[in-house]
């Protein structure tokens, strides 16, 4: 059974950093594409960041030049690093795979609160 297990998240203050892990069982995690999202209350999920199978990554907009999204296929996990963090960042995160693609069971995701 597919399981996407992501931790990492808590409370930081504004321009802080947070380090986000998931951690893949019972996929073949080292060729699907795989991406964060999050989703803020009352707002739609949106995606993040993502990285192919080979490497290359996407941002959203809101996001570029502050997060960066990277992989270990050996340990089957995909990390995103969280940097200069605002305020409008507090979403629960989850991971899963790329957008378009056919998305594993999304989990409870992990909590991020940005605080001023």
């Known amino acids: 059974q597919a399981q996407l297990a992501v931790s990492g998240g808590g409370l930081v203050q504004a321009g802080g950093s947070l380090r986000l892990a998931c951690a893949g069982s019972g996929i073949m995690f080292r060729i699907r594409t795989m991406a964060w999202y999050r989703q803020a209350p009352g707002r739609q999920r949106e995606w993040v960041a993502v990285i192919s199978s080979s490497g290359n990554t996407n941002y959203s907009e809101s996001v570029k030049g502050r997060f960066t999204i990277s992989r270990d296929n050996a340990k089957k996990t995909v990390y995103l690093q969280m940097n200069s963090l605002k305020l409008e960042d507090t979403a629960t995160y989850y991971c899963?795979?790329?957008?378009?693609?056919?998305?594993?069971?999304w989990g409870q995701g992990t909590q991020v609160t940005v605080s001023s």
């Open positions: 899963n795979t790329g957008p378009g693609d056919e998305f594993y069971s």
